[in-house]
């Protein structure tokens, strides 16, 4: 199974940038696939996701309006669109993909598989 994240980037405060995860070995809608990320000197966190049904979607408070997940079957990827984008959006983001029950789909220790990180950079 591998996850490739891609798209990260340098964008100023207010820009947008659309994120990509590839995946292979698995098929991204046979899981719920979110993205995470991690700012230096912080923990990981939960950025949003998008459950098996593909119907449904789920956001931290901190980037729900700004950005929206969505999956294409056929390419078997999916995308996090990222708009307004904020200083504090500075992070590593992490796609990953979790074989869990919906309710664990905000938990990162649910998630069974990772992708490598792609740096997103947003400057003031």
């Known amino acids: 199974v591998q996850l490739q994240a891609s798209g990260g980037g340098l964008v100023q405060a207010g820009d947008s940038l659309r994120l990509s995860c590839a995946a292979s070995?698995?098929?991204?809608?046979?899981?719920?696939m979110g993205w995470f990320r991690q700012a230096p000197g912080k923990e990981r966190e939960f950025v949003g996701a998008?459950?098996?049904?593909?119907?449904?979607?789920y956001y931290a408070d901190s980037v729900k309006g700004r950005f929206t997940i969505s999956r294409d079957n056929a390419k078997n990827m999916v995308y996090l669109q990222m708009g307004s984008l904020k200083p504090e959006d500075t992070a590593v983001y992490y796609c990953?993909?979790?074989?869990?029950?919906?309710?664990?789909?905000?938990?990162?220790?649910?998630?069974?598989?990772w992708g490598q990180g792609t740096q997103v950079t947003v400057s003031s």
């Open positions: 990953a993909a979790s074989a869990g029950i919906r309710s664990t789909i905000s938990t990162m220790n649910a998630y069974n598989y």
């Open positions: 070995g698995l098929t991204v809608r046979s899981f719920n």
């Open positions: 998008i459950g098996r049904s593909g119907s449904s979607t």
